[in-house]
């Protein structure tokens, strides 16, 4: 049983291009919601945590869904440098944080 | 800013043999991780640490893992007798109280041959 699904990717888009990101997870006790990207062989680094809300961080705009256990992540006018793979991130309960297995992004010129 | 280091960049070694991969979390954070991610696939919990001991550990951490917290800045990962299938990258976490945020270490890449 997969834990925190992502879609499988890669996505290519062309610069400017919006590209959205979809995670579902399974256990519906999961307290928090994370995405994180991470570039080749580099360590994951947080992109912003997700609220019930939703929040936006400039190009960036995440949204939670609690009912359908589904988070997603939209990238507006996407740049070279946004090029990464994205990870889906959720708190159990406890401190067991599961990564979903990401979702690679490449952006052309 | 503040920031996890981890030691060795790269570690090599025959298997069998023990290795120790150290981190120094940022300096107030209570809550401590070891994770790892094996090349092409995701990352993977190993191991929480709160309190000088271990709060949660996943299938992935058995016997020949520990983890310890040896003075008030290193936090260790040591594997005994490592196996082919250990090579990995290891990234090590923390996080401060009361905050979800963890902030990772640029990561040891073992390599067991």
């Known amino acids: ?63 939670l869904n609690r009912a359908s256990q589904y988070i997603s992540l939209l990238i507006r006018d996407s740049k070279l440098s946004d090029s990464a793979t994205y990870l889906c991130v959720v708190r159990d309960y406890g401190q067991n944080f599961v990564f979903g297995p990401g979702t690679r992004l490449s952006v052309l010129p | 800013e503040p920031e996890v280091t981890q030691t060795p960049s790269h570690q090599v070694t025959q298997m069998g043999q023990e290795v120790i991969l150290r981190c120094v979390p940022i300096s107030n954070h209570l809550y401590f991780y070891w994770y790892r991610q094996i090349l092409g696939q995701k990352v993977e919990f190993l191991v929480s640490f709160y309190n000088n001991e271990i709060s949660e550990k996943s299938e992935i951490f058995d016997d020949q893992f520990s983890v310890e917290r040896p003075d008030g800045s290193n936090f260790t990962l040591k594997i005994r007798s490592t196996k082919l299938e250990d090579s990995a990258m290891y990234f090590c976490a923390s996080r401060g109280d009361n905050t979800d945020t963890q902030y990772f270490g640029p990561g040891t890449r073992l390599t067991v041959l």
């Open chain 1, 1 to 63: 049983r997969k834990e925190v699904e992502q879609d499988p990717g890669p996505f290519n888009v062309p610069e400017g291009a919006t590209v959205a990101f979809n995670c579902t997870y399974s256990n519906s006790a999961s307290q928090s919601f994370f995405w994180y990207r991470q570039d080749c062989r580099k360590e994951p680094k947080l992109l912003m945590s997700v609220y019930s809300s939703g929040n936006e961080d400039g190009r960036f705009t995440a949204q």
